[in-house]
Structures are given as C-alpha cells and as structure tokens.
C-alpha cells in the first residue's frame, strides 16, 4: 500500500511503455520547435533537400512519432472544410499555371495542424506546456518590440496620426515596433493571439512570485501591442478581453441562462466599442482599403474558382490605381475569395463558424483551455477583418496551433480535482472503508420473529402451522 493512503493509490496514472513516453516527448518537443520558431524564426526556409524544409521535416518527425504511440486520433469537425480549401486551392494553382510552392505551404499549415491535435490527444494534459511556450513566445517578441522604442532603433515604420493621416517618419513621429517580426501589424497579431492563452496560465499560477512575474511579462506583451502602433491590433486585444471573460462565464449550472445574457451584454458593448474606437480613429475613413476591397470583389467575381495561392497581390496592383503596391486583400475571407475562389472562402467560412460554435460549447463544458484560446482567436479574426495576417506563414502556423488546441480542448471538460493526499493510517491498515462510513450512525438490527420448526420446514410466527398429515 502507498504511504499516501488508498487515495493516492486510486489516483495513480497507469504505467505507460517507455516507447510510448518517448514518443510522446518527441512529439511535443517538435510543435515546441515549430511555435518557437513562430516568434524566433530560427528555422531556415530554403529546402535541405527536393522540397523538404526543416519546418516541414520537424512536423514529419512530429506526426511520425505520435502515430508511433499508438493512440494518436486524427479527426476533427475541421477536416471537411480544410480538405476543401485545399482542394480548391490546388485548382486554382493548377489554372494560374504557376509554380506550387504557396500551396505547398498551405499544405505545411494543414500539417501543423493535425500534429496540434495529435500531441494535445496523445498527451494527457498538454496545456501546462501550451501555456509555458506561449508565456516563452510572447516575452521574446514583446521584449525586442519594447527594447527598439526605448532605444529608438530605426523599423522603417512610423505612426505620425492616430487615423494615419500621416506615418512619415519625421520628427515626432512614433516609432512602430516590429518586434522579430518584419510588419508591426504581424507583430500585434502575434501577441494577440498568444496574449490570453499565456495569461490564462499565469492566472492559475499557485506561487504569488511566480505569478506576479507571468503578469508582469503579459502587461509588457500589451504594451508592445500599443507599440506596435496597429489600430487594429489594440481594437483586437480589447477585443480579446472581453471574449475572455464573457466564455469564461458560460459554465454549465443553475445561471447559465444569466451567464448567457451577460456575455450577449458584453460582447455586444465589446462590438459597439471597438466600432465607435475605430470610427474615432480613421475619422469615419479607411483610406486606400476600401479602394482594394472594391477591386477584390471584382477580381473575386471575375475569376469564381479563384487566381491561385499568392496571386491576389498581383492582381490587386493591376486593378487599383496609386503609388501604393499591396500583396494581399486586407481582409481574410476577400483574400482567399481572390486566392482559391468562392468556394475556398466559404470554406473559411465554416472554418470561422465552426471555430466559434467550438468555443461556446467548450465553455458551456466548463473546458479549462477554451476562455483563452477562444479570445485569442477572436482578437485574430478582429484583425483579419481589415488586415490579413494569416498570410505570413508564420502567423498561420502559430494560429493552426491555436485553431488546433480550441477544437480538441471541446473534448477534454474541467478535470475534477484530485483526491487530498494524506499518511496512512491505523484505520486504512484495519477498515480499507470509505470515511463516510466511518461517521455514519449506527443502525439497529432488525429483531427477527420466532419460528415454528415442523417436520419439512420452518415457518415463520406470523403464519399458522400448517397441518401435520398422518
């Protein structure tokens, strides 16, 4: 028996072959290479050999060994919508005429993908290592973010408006930081993103130290958000915020109605504030977006099965008039509407409606993962909805992990707390009974009626003999 008691002894996990823990370990160390290489860029991008990247090459080795412990499961509520953006991606390419490397990294994507999902099914709690490579990734991009203002190094990006009137870097203008990144704007969707999964770890932090330096490295993640001078980018983490907490109030119970209502409240006041932000600082304009916006509607309708992955910047140059060159839509759903055609942007679509139908029923699960994930891609789509991001492979990859851990987290409910450990004790060596039975009262014994004995039976007082025969 355990010195902890029967409670330790039922609470112990089953052993695992050494082969299993070993893939498992695999596993995760490769999507920890990949999602720090999302904010380092430490992985090179020219092939070591054909077409085999060493991101491509890591998400292999990754899908290998978790299909090597035997317990990997692959399927999602996504795999429809992501099988038919690909395929209809794939036909676009193939009519363009053009060379399939951005569908390839599309393809890389999808990968990263489902290794997410294979090392959030395989291991058994992999959120504690989600949250810590999060909290990792942020401080790296928030710290070069905030050390390139108080230095004053040069980013090639300037804010000299808040409606961006003017963003010539002269005097007095705002440096914007860029952080590891080449665009402000990719720096605040980053940090976006991964802001509320690395604070919901911190929160639950047991040390008070520990905690109070997790929420020192979030509020400089925030500032660096400001910093990197996106307006949409602090519309987002505003917006993220408030997703947090209106999910992290849809809990199964007696006020889940209520819970309801005032997360309705709150995202609703959320919508009508980052509107009325946004008016405030344009002044009612977008500038040259509604321009490509207007020519990636047109380009969208001309070419219905789309003008092949990467092309929608070339097309929009051909179509807009200006000085001013664009490589993608400044929207997600335009961008792939141009890209794969009508068919792939409804495939975003259902990709978006699913993602958000996962995280309201995660949290109505009471899953401990969804609040954070969900608000992180919620301040995603946010930025998204004038920006396209997602277009930079490397926030791709960072949000198919995110995409990833909200849809498998639908699977896992808030664990129940495990059982007080305690020393055993001369009651569990002599009664190994529950402690309720312990304290509970003892009952009487039901005082049993006389009998009469015949010769063939025994009959109970209450009845009368039965007759002897002769």
Not at 75 to 94: E, G, K, Q, S
Request: glycine share 8%.
């Amino acid at each position: 028996m355990s010195p902890l008691g029967p409670a330790a002894e039922a609470g112990r996990p089953p052993l695992v072959a050494t082969r299993v823990v070993a893939a498992r370990a695999v596993a995760l160390l490769c999507l920890a290479l990949v999602a720090f290489n999302c904010a380092v860029n430490i992985l090179p991008e020219q092939p070591i050999f054909w077409i085999v990247t060493p991101t491509r090459l890591t998400v292999l080795i990754g899908i290998v060994a978790a299909l090597a412990t035997g317990e990997s499961r692959w399927r999602t509520d996504l795999d429809i919508p992501l099988a038919t953006l690909l395929l209809c991606a794939a036909v676009a390419n193939h009519l363009a005429g053009q060379q399939w490397a951005t569908w390839r990294g599309l393809v890389t994507v999808i990968a990263i993908y489902y290794l997410a999902v294979a090392v959030s099914r395989v291991i058994p709690d992999p959120w504690p290592a989600i949250v810590l490579l999060a909290i990792v990734c942020v401080s790296i991009a928030a710290g070069v973010a905030v050390q390139q203002v108080v230095e004053g190094t040069p980013t090639g990006f300037c804010r000299g408006a808040l409606d961006g009137s003017d963003d010539v870097c002269g005097a007095g203008a705002m440096i914007r930081a860029t952080g590891t990144f080449s665009n402000p704007n990719l720096l605040a969707a980053f940090l976006v993103l991964l802001l509320p999964v690395a604070a919901a770890g911190v929160a639950v932090t047991v040390d008070v130290s520990a905690r109070l330096l997790g929420g020192g490295l979030i509020v400089m993640g925030y500032v660096a958000v400001f910093l990197s001078g996106s307006r949409a980018g602090v519309i987002a983490a505003v917006a993220g915020l408030v997703v947090h907490a209106g999910f992290h109030r849809l809990k199964s119970g007696r006020a889940l109605t209520v819970n309801r209502v005032y997360s309705a409240l709150g995202i609703g006041l959320a919508v009508v504030m980052a509107v009325a932000l946004f008016v405030l600082a344009t002044r009612g304009k977008v500038g040259v977006r509604a321009d490509v916006w207007v020519a990636g509607v047109r380009i969208a309708g001309e070419h219905p099965l789309g003008v092949g992955p990467g092309r929608s910047g070339a097309h929009l140059n051909e179509q807009t008039t200006g000085s001013e060159t664009y490589q993608h839509a400044h929207n997600l759903w335009l961008n792939y509407a141009i890209e794969a055609g009508v068919v792939g942007m409804c495939a975003v679509v259902a990709i978006t409606v699913i993602g958000i139908w996962s995280a309201f029923d995660a949290s109505r699960a009471n899953s401990p993962t969804a609040p954070a994930t969900a608000a992180g891609l919620a301040g995603f789509v946010v930025m998204n909805l004038v920006d396209s991001p997602a277009s930079n492979h490397r926030i791709a990859f960072a949000t198919a992990i995110v995409l990833a851990v909200l849809i498998v987290g639908r699977e896992r409910p808030r664990p129940t707390p495990p059982p007080e450990l305690r020393t055993a004790s001369m009651f569990d060596v002599t009664m190994p009974l529950p402690r309720s039975a312990a304290f509970t009262p003892p009952v009487a014994p039901k005082r049993r009626l006389p009998t009469f004995r015949s010769r063939n039976r025994t009959t109970p007082a209450t009845n009368p003999p039965s007759p002897v025969r002769c």
